[in-house]
């Protein structure tokens, strides 16, 4: 059985026009706060998920900075369960 963690967006969500754009633009500060709005996923479940701490969710869903780091996107992209090609990432598993 594969690990399904506890900030996996739902799919009605994770096809919604809004999450599609933010995630091309890589802009994970509405991608949070529509994933806390409506999924339900909390600040502190995604920090702990993407290993990022929980101020800087909360300041990225507030609009303050960026994630620019691969490694990063990469990690948020595995704890939303995000395929990589809404991402520009290559595809995995």
Request: glycine content about 10%; charged content about 25%; aromatic content about 6%.
């Amino acid at each position: 059985m594969t690990y399904e963690p506890p900030t996996a967006l739902p799919r009605d969500l994770l096809s919604s026009p809004d999450m599609r754009e933010a995630l091309e633009a890589h802009d994970f500060g509405t991608v949070f706060r529509l994933a806390r709005a409506r999924g339900g996923i909390s600040y502190s479940k995604t920090a702990a998920e993407c290993d990022i701490k929980p101020e800087r969710v909360g300041a990225l869903a507030r609009g303050n900075g960026r994630i620019t780091s691969f490694d990063k996107v990469v990690a948020i992209s595995d704890a939303l369960r995000v395929p990589g090609g809404l991402l520009g990432l290559a595809s995995r598993p």
